[in-house]
């Protein structure tokens, strides 16, 4: 099994940064691809972001490129989401995902683990 488990998430007034961490544990073995969505009061899940499983490939939902940067740091399983001139818009939960497979997607169903989720609120 995997656990994925979020960090980072919190209370900032808007034009601040947030830095969120995914540390992964359990058999995750190393060709994962991961990803970032997010979820509102009363919303869908949607994407954010997503990485490949060596880095080199990135993808973001168009509203947010500029503003989130998603990394990861192969050696600690983790992944990262650097997120600034955060907006109120941006609230919501905000949820680790796994991926086995190299590529990354923007579609929740092509992930097979998630974590528990971490509350980002942004006040105006």
């Known amino acids: 099994q995997v656990q994925l488990v979020e960090s980072g998430g919190g209370l900032v007034q808007a034009g601040g940064s947030l830095r969120l961490s995914c540390a992964a544990s359990g058999r995750t073995g190393s060709d994962y691809a991961m990803g970032w969505f997010r979820q509102a009061p009363g919303k869908e899940r949607d994407f954010v972001a997503a990485?490949?499983?060596?880095?080199?490939?990135?993808s973001y939902v168009d509203s947010l490129k500029g503003r989130f940067t998603i990394s990861r740091e192969n050696a600690k399983n983790a992944v990262s989401l650097q997120m600034n001139s955060l907006k109120p818009e941006d609230t919501a939960v905000y949820y680790c995902?796994?991926?086995?497979?190299?590529?990354?997607?923007?579609?929740?169903?092509?992930?097979?683990?998630w974590g528990q989720g971490t509350q980002v609120t942004v006040s105006s």
């Open positions: 990485i490949s499983r060596t880095g080199t490939i990135t």
């Open positions: 995902a796994m991926r086995l497979a190299v590529t990354p997607s923007p579609y929740s169903d092509a992930y097979d683990y």
